[in-house]
């Protein structure tokens, strides 16, 4: 039962490049869902924005509308003052009219603060809209990327995966199962070169019974990692 190691170097090759293809074609969903994510975080953080702003206004109408009232308690006393029986009323009446000015320069201090506190968010607004529409972007250009790559991909792996039904026809009979099942388990790490007697898949020293078996191209499998061993290039 003979092997060539030309054989086993041409399936090793072609186990390696499915191994990359099938590897690049599983990351382009991986990079799609990156994006995806990076875009929701970023309406997420827009959204927030926008929440700020939303409240901030509504803090802002509800201070004005105090305003308002307290203006119009300021009339209403300034009204009542006509109407004094004593000088004890009428100082009452002063001090409530000033304690309601007070606050109504209060309140109005806090509403010139909100509404530059909006200006502020609104900045905030616009930027997390860019960051949101940059972000959209890239996941466009991502889908259209892997949906293009994804299609030249499949098509080397149909052609290869041709290739290898063709160069499996090369093994004996004999070790086809072993084969299959170091394969099945290891994928191309299931096979692996020989250099200066030492298994390149996992750097231990064959024995001189197995070096003379690859001499000889006889099937070997590597006792440590169980690989299938041909001769390497150099």
């Known amino acids: 039962?003979?092997?060539?190691?030309?054989?086993?170097?041409?399936?090793?090759?072609?186990?390696?490049?499915?191994?990359?293809?099938?590897?690049?074609?599983?990351?382009?969903?991986?990079?799609?869902?990156?994006?995806?994510?990076?875009?929701?975080?970023?309406?997420?953080?827009?959204?927030?924005?926008?929440?700020?702003?939303?409240q901030t206004r509504m803090a802002a109408d509800k201070k004005q509308?105090?305003?308002?009232?307290?203006e119009q308690k300021v009339d209403d006393l300034k009204v009542k003052l006509n109407?004094?029986?004593?000088?004890?009323?009428?100082?009452?009446?002063l001090e409530q009219i000033a304690a309601a000015e007070m606050a109504g320069s209060v309140l109005a201090d806090e509403i010139l603060e909100s509404f530059d506190k909006v200006d502020q968010l609104e900045i905030k607004v616009t930027e997390a809209k860019s960051l949101v529409d940059v972000s959209n972007g890239e996941l466009t250009k991502c889908r259209d990327k892997v949906a293009?790559?994804?299609?030249?991909?499949?098509?080397?792996?149909?052609?290869?995966?041709?290739?290898?039904?063709?160069?499996?026809?090369?093994?004996?009979?004999?070790?086809?199962?072993?084969?299959?099942?170091?394969?099945?388990?290891?994928?191309a790490e299931g096979m692996a070169g020989v250099d200066d007697c030492v298994c390149l898949g996992c750097g231990v020293t064959i024995?001189?019974?197995?070096?003379?078996?690859?001499?000889?191209?006889?099937?070997v499998f590597c006792k440590s990692c169980g690989s299938l061993l041909y001769i390497g290039e150099s």
């Open 207 to 219: 024995t001189l019974n197995m070096r003379n078996d690859l001499l000889l191209s006889k099937p």
């Open 148 to 187: 293009t790559e994804t299609q030249v991909l499949e098509g080397d792996i149909q052609r290869l995966e041709g290739e290898l039904v063709g160069a499996e026809q090369a093994l004996p009979s004999e070790i086809k199962s072993d084969y299959q099942r170091v394969i099945r388990g290891k994928g």
């Open 83 to 93: 109407g004094c029986s004593s000088n004890k009323e009428y100082q009452a009446l």
């Open 1 to 54: 039962m003979a092997v060539s190691t030309a054989a086993l170097r041409e399936l090793h090759r072609i186990h390696a490049q499915l191994s990359d293809l099938r590897d690049r074609l599983d990351r382009g969903p991986r990079q799609v869902l990156a994006r995806e994510a990076n875009v929701a975080q970023q309406q997420t953080l827009l959204d927030a924005a926008q929440e700020s702003v939303k």
């Open 65 to 70: 509308l105090d305003l308002k009232s307290g």
